[in-house]
Nanobody, 117 residues
């Protein structure tokens, strides 16, 4: 199985910046897609951003222009650079890695991001 280790979550003021990191380890043959999802209290988990092994990205409309996802394939690590943070960004952020062949869909333990003055 593939394990994911997230880091970088913290308390930050509105307008501030934060960078989240997620490193995959274990029996890794390939990682087709890595991404970030978030879940606020009382809400469903939602997509924040994803990136494929070839560099194609997808962002939620709410974070476009503020967040950037990037990936270091040799290190099997994905990052989320978050700028211009808003209180609405407060959530537990989860790293995800998935592969089609062989199949797996792994999740990290989550890291808390709190945006508050």
């Amino acid at each position: 199985q593939v394990q994911l280790a997230e880091s970088g979550g913290s308390l930050v003021q509105p307008g501030g910046s934060l960078r989240l990191s997620c490193a995959a380890s274990g029996s890794i043959f390939s990682v087709n897609v890595m991404g970030w999802y978030r879940q606020a209290p009382g809400k469903q988990r939602e997509l924040v951003a994803t990136i494929t092994s070839t560099g194609s990205t997808n962002y939620a409309e709410s974070v476009k222009g503020r967040f950037t996802i990037f990936r270091d394939n040799p290190k099997n690590t994905v990052y989320l650079q978050m700028n211009s943070l808003k209180p609405e960004d407060t959530a537990v952020y989860y790293c995800n890695a998935r592969n089609n062949w062989p199949y797996y869909n792994s999740w990290g333990q989550g890291t808390q991001v709190t945006v508050s003055s």
